[in-house]
Structures are given as C-alpha cells and as structure tokens.
C-alpha cells in the first residue's frame, strides 16, 4: 500500500522518483484544522491545488471526500504563506524528521553459539494450568523452545518453580496470537531472516518501497523479531505488518492513519497491536503548544484505542536525565488515554540502569531490553543471523500481547 493518493493525476516520471523515497525539492506537510468535514475538506483541497499546481501535491485520503493531510512536494514560501492563512489550514510544517528510535545504547556484536539456520527444539511441558493477568484463561497447550534467547526465557509463562529467569527455555501457549496482527511502525525488517514469515509491508511517502530495513543498525528488524519473530520473538503465531517510516512528519502521521484505516477495512478491529517505537526529539514542556502533527497523531490513537487497538511505545533511555518519561508520545499515557509505555529491565527483572520511567514503575510495562537476542537487519554469510540490542524500543517490540509475565509494574 502506498501512502501516496493524489489529488489529481500525475506524470510518470514524479509518480517514479516518489516510489523509490527521493523528491527533488523542500518538503512541507498541510495539516486541516480538526474535523474538517468533506465540502471544507474539497474547498481546501481545491485551493492547495491552484496555489502549487498540481506536479506539487500529495494528499493521504482518510476516505473519497476527507484528506487527512498533504504534502507539499516543491512549494515556495509565498506560496505556503498563502496555504498557512487559509481558514481551514492548521499549519503548514516542514516535512523533517522529529523523532529518534529508542535504541542509543544499541550494540552490534553477534551471538557466537547460533547458527544461520537456527534449530528449533521445542519439546512438551506437563505446567500445571494457571490464570494468568488480565488473560480470562489458562493456556490449552504449553511447550517449552529450548533454544530460545535468555531474554525469553525471562517472560516464560510458566509461574512454578524454577523462576522464569532460571527456565532453561522459552515456555509458552502454543495457540498463543493466532488470528492477531502487530503492526510495527519503523524503517523496515529483513525478509531474508528466517526469525520472519509472511510478512505485510506497506509504505510511506519518503520510504524506499522495497521489503527490506532501511535503518542502519537494523532497529525495525530486531523490534519485529522481538514481537513476533518465529526463535526470538513473543508471539509467534501473531502476523506482522510492516508500516514502513522514514520518520518524517509525512512518513510518521501516514503510518498511523494508514494502520487505523487498515484495522478498519480488514476488520481486524480487538486483534491487532500497534508498535512505535520512537520518541519526539524535543522534550515535552507542560502546558506548551503542541504541533500540529502530534496533535493529528494523538486523536488517530485515540481511534485506535475506540477500535479496541492496543498501542506501545517505548520509555526512552535516557535515566540519567530523567527517571521520568520527558518526549511524546509516551508522556501522554494515563488513565483515560490507555498508551501502553514500555521499559526496560535485565534479564533477570531487574530495572536497566538506562531506562526511563522507574521513576513512575507502576505506570510503565517492564520488559527484556538490555541485551537481548533479535535478528539483524542485514544478512552476511560469515557472521550470525543475530545480535544482541539494547534499548527500550525492544521492550516495545516484547510486550505487543498481553503475556502475563509482562504485567504492569511488577
């Protein structure tokens, strides 16, 4: 799916250069004024379209009559100035990148004891029959993956003796998210790792549309791989659909409503999970403003959690500044607005040093995030399929379904 709809037809030689994520030329996102119904919604179309012609315009549709925003594609400032003074036009912002992954302390070397091709022992466990929180039943039929990561064996589901942090694999519901869907907004995950099956890509506007990772270290591959990778994930039987983000303002508020409209279509409304696992680069300020981007990204949440969508974020990794969540979205978690953060512990429970929101515990979703096992987001023939990572958005990616070893503030 591409993110791109445009207002009007358009040459082919612009319709190339958008699909491989390179637009020659300044880039700025229109946002509406909110609740822009569709004759407002046409009139604003219709004015953009004269102002810059229509070689310079893009729009995504939130339906046939209803343009959720657009993007700008070469505009001068005149002619933005013109944009921004319309009655029915929020803002007018440049389409930059305003968020950082939760992955600073992320490290690159390779698990040495794994293979390319990753056996997978899986052996039956007699568990006694438990009910775990907020899940209204016991698991049906509990196995035990033997070569798991030790991170996993951390969030087991088994509660009898030994710990979870002492079980010598990975013990879990073999029916556990069939018929469910995580969404993972990043910038891509490597098809060629055998951590990934049957994988849904969608794309952004500035994003390369090829299935693969685009991010240097391989953020989204190890975020996917934790959440539902077939070795080092927690839900495997889960499917994961790729909204594929650059993380420009464009990119960012395309996967949200394009996750949203998805949900809906396919109805797959109370079964699928949304992961971002970035954070604003600004720091939150009580009481400011806030831009016009964030503010359409934070109602689209509020319709995903009307869908009965679950939505995580990460906590940030940034202890040392603060033990508090600081950056959007995870400062706007409460009570009425159900944003699931996650932060980070070692693979014995313990709170990792580097991981905001011990400062609230009991607000925070506490997962594996120091040192843990994913797939790497490129594939070499001489080293391992895997790495070890550390940082909060791969607590993100751990506690996409509701385990019951991942209960809040425990």
Known sequence: ???????????????????????????????????????????????????????????????????????????????????????????????????????????????????????????????????????????????????APQDLDLVSWSVVKPPPWKMKGYAYDVNFGQDTYIYVIDNGLNTGSTDFRNVEFHYGFNAVTEERDDSKDGHGSCVASKAAGWKNGVSKNSRLVMMKSSGTVADDLWAFAATRDDVLTKRRQGKAVVVYPRLSNALYTPGAPQLANWDAIYRIIQELFNANVTVVTCAGNQATRSSAVDRVPAVWATKDYPLIVAGAVTNKGDIARFSQGGGTPKDIAWAPGENVVCAKGTLSPSTSPERFATGTSMSAGMVTINNPMLSTGS
């Open 1 to 147: 799916m591409r993110g791109m709809t445009f207002s009007t037809a358009c040459p082919i030689v612009l319709w190339f250069l958008l699909l491989n994520g390179k637009v020659s030329g300044e880039q700025h996102v229109v946002l509406p004024v909110n609740g822009l119904g569709p004759q407002m919604s046409l009139q604003t179309n219709n004015f953009i379209l004269r102002t810059v012609g229509p070689n310079g315009l893009g729009a995504y549709r939130r339906s046939r009559d209803v343009v959720e925003f657009w993007l700008l594609l070469d505009s001068n400032s005149s002619q933005r100035s013109d944009i921004s003074q319309y009655p029915y036009v929020k803002d007018v912002l440049p389409n930059v990148v305003q968020t950082s992954d939760c992955d600073s302390m992320f490290k690159s070397e390779a698990r040495d004891n794994v293979t390319d091709e990753a056996a997978r022992s899986e052996e039956a466990l007699d568990l006694p029959r438990i009910t775990p929180t907020p899940r209204p039943s016991p698991p049906r039929s509990v196995i035990l993956q033997s070569n």
